[in-house]
């Protein structure tokens, strides 16, 4: 497998000179001809080295490839075939009928669930549900298209809503929504996708 989507830093060893090359770097490289031989030796094979790599990317071992260019190793690491594109798919449609029964099913529980804490709520029960559920309604029938379109937007605007009329426990009755919505609603959709395209 070809190693140039490696996301590791990579590691460049170093050239050493031949030990017999002059030290003092104030000598001059004509002062000896096999020094000079030598340097250039090792200056070319560098350059040689160098070229080849930058050619198609520096390699390790014969095997190993990595790009020179940032664009080179963007293209490496994102081939075209592997790029995905959410905006292809599409969600199903609102289901008129789904939205109605899952609507009733979650005035029910929060009615249940709200109607223990009447010291809380009061005679404004009816109220906040009432509320709550016609915007939950509301989103069921015009956004809510299956797993992955549940959004907490509806339920942060019974909260608001609830808190700009003045009504009782706009937050409890908010979370106790979601909560319900999150446990049940992706799952009911599945079932009844499931059954009515065995019809």
């Known amino acids: ?10 590691t460049f060893k170093s050239y050493s000179l031949p030990s017999s090359l002059p030290l003092n770097p104030s000598l001059s490289l004509s002062s000896s001809s ?3 031989s030598s340097s250039s030796r090792v200056s070319a094979h560098i350059s040689n080295r160098h070229n080849a790599h930058c050619s198609k990317g520096i390699s390790f071992n014969g095997s190993n490839s990595y790009p020179c260019s940032l664009g080179e190793k963007r293209r490496s ?5 592997l790029i995905c594109r959410a905006a292809e798919y599409k969600f199903p449609d609102p289901i008129p009928e789904f939205a109605d029964a899952e609507t009733e099913k979650f005035r029910v529980n929060l009615v249940k669930k709200l109607s223990k804490k009447k010291d809380l709520y009061g005679d404004s029960l009816a109220e906040v549900v009432g509320i709550c559920t016609e915007i939950f309604s509301t989103f ?24 700009e009329r003045g009504l009782p426990g706009g937050p409890k009755a908010a979370r106790a929504a979601l909560k319900w919505a999150q446990d049940q609603v992706d799952k009911d959709w599945k079932e009844w996708t499931k059954g009515n395209s065995k019809t």
Not at 1 to 10: E, G, K, R, V
Not at 77 to 81: A, E, V
Not at 143 to 148: D, K, L, S, T
Request: glycine letters at 8%.
């Open 34 to 36: 096999s020094s000079s």
């Open 77 to 81: 690491l994102c081939p075209s075939r």
């Open 1 to 10: 497998m070809a190693s140039a989507t490696s996301l590791f830093p990579l």
């Open 140 to 163: 069921l029938h015009t956004e809510y298209g299956g797993p992955g379109t549940l959004l907490v937007i509806p339920f942060m605007d019974m909260n608001d809503t609830l808190n």
